[in-house]
T-cell receptor
Framework: NAGVTQTPKFRVLKTGQSMTLLCAQD?????MYWYRQDPGMGLRLIHY???????AKGEVPDGYNVSRLKKQNFLLGLESAAPSQTSVYFC??????????FGPGTRLTVT | GQQLNQSPQSMFIQEGEDVSMNCTSS?????WLWYKQDPGEGPVLLIA?????ELTSNGRLTAQFGITRKDSFLNISASIPSDVGIYFC????????????FGKGTRLHILP
């Protein structure tokens, strides 16, 4: 099993560009999450999903959109990237919502 | 918003020493979790606690769910170089099965 995987691992964007981060899991997780991690800030929840076809806002949702069309995939979109979105993004999956298993992260730089 | 206060923010210890870190909240939690993050990787679940007063071990790691349900601590005994990393606590609110919140982490440094 690959577990939770994220694509891409690194990306550099210019301000105003758009991109989509892909999270895939083969652990049959019902719940999936997108977090961002900034120095000294811990992990902050962006959006999450409690099942295929559902999404909900987390703590810092502005500037991001998500979709969960298939149970195994959770996409995070940035429509118009801003320097404040420079961060490391982590996806996580869970069967029950609290024992979460994380992917390796995507390091995004917006110039 | 809801916050977890995790302390200390960073620690410098000698190899072989024991380590203690803790997390407190103004809210009651149903579950406490402890994660470790190695440089350049995602967090990995170390220990999950589900009942007030519960004490759980995972090798040299021991964690406890505080009696008040508003705190938890993690101890590491006889630290070794691979213990270096960031340790995060996380808590699940009562009646919320869908998400958890994280502390800001304790960065552990080990001196040779």
């Amino acid at each position: 099993n690959a577990g939770v995987t994220q694509t891409p691992k690194f990306r550099v964007l210019k301000t105003g560009q758009s991109m989509t981060l892909l999270c895939a899991q083969d652990m049959n997780h019902e719940y999936m999450y997108w977090y961002r991690q900034d120095p000294g800030m811990g992990l902050r929840l962006i959006h999450y999903s409690v099942g295929e076809g559902t999404t909900a806002k987390g703590e810092v949702p502005d500037g991001y959109n998500v979709s969960r069309l298939k149970k195994q995939n959770f996409l995070l979109g940035l429509e118009s990237a801003a320097p404040s979105q420079t961060s490391v993004y982590f996806c996580a999956g869970s069967r029950r919502g609290f024992e979460q298993y994380f992917g390796p992260g995507t390091r995004l730089t917006v110039t | 918003g809801q916050q977890l206060n995790q302390s200390p923010q960073s620690m410098f210890i000698q190899e072989g020493e024991d380590v203690s870190m803790n997390c407190t909240s103004s809210s009651i939690f149903n579950t406490w979790l402890w994660y470790k993050q190695d440089p350049g990787e995602g967090p990995v679940l170390l220990i999950a606690l589900y009942k007030a007063g519960e004490l759980t071990s995972n090798g040299r790691l021991t964690a406890q769910f505080g009696i008040t349900r508003k705190d938890s601590f993690l101890n590491i005994s006889a630290s070794i170089p691979s213990d270096v990393g960031i340790y995060f606590c996380a808590g699940r609110f009562m009646n919320r099965d869908d998400k958890i919140i994280f502390g800001k982490g304790t960065r552990l440094h080990i001196l040779p």
